[in-house]
């Protein structure tokens, strides 16, 4: 297993049988698709290690509360998902649910009050030259609109 291949929800389930709960080791290993020398490896990661660190932390400080628990959850909700969206049977209705849910869980729609723009598109730059925040100006632009009769 090449080191940098290991997910969040696998350091989560370490974190979780190292604090006494969660699958047996035979199990974690099964459900992973991982080896005991992948493990092993693993054990060199300082990136993972602190992960599953942080992660038993949070078990230990907090207890596996429900949101802890959601959160596992919705780690394997998202493989379904994906693979929904991607199922040829399923409706484009359910699809567009699907992705509008992701983009919302995953905390990229657009902010309260930002302006998403017309449906044209356009994009929003800003340049702070100044020396503070206070001193930088908006500029709006927005393509110019093509007359197709012309």
């Not at 969660?22 to 974690?28: A, I, T, V």
């Amino acid at each position: 297993m090449d080191n940098s291949k290991w997910s969040d929800k696998l350091a989560f389930d370490i974190a979780l049988r190292l604090e006494g709960s969660g699958d047996e080791l035979n199990d974690l290993l099964d459900k992973h698709h991982i080896t005991t020398a992948d493990l092993l490896a693993l054990n060199g990661d300082s990136v993972f290690l602190k992960q599953v660190a942080n992660y038993r932390e949070e078990i230990h400080e907090r207890g596996l509360t429900f949101r802890l628990k959601a959160r596992a959850q919705a780690e394997e909700l998202l493989l379904t998902s994906w693979k929904l969206i991607h199922a040829p049977e399923v409706s484009p209705t359910v699809k567009a649910d699907l992705i509008k849910s992701t983009v919302k869980w995953a905390g990229l729609e657009p902010k309260d009050g930002a302006q998403t723009g017309d449906a044209g598109g356009g994009v929003k730059i800003t340049i702070n030259l100044g020396a503070s925040e206070s001193s930088a100006k908006l500029i709006d632009a927005y393509p110019a609109r093509l007359d197709s009769s012309a």
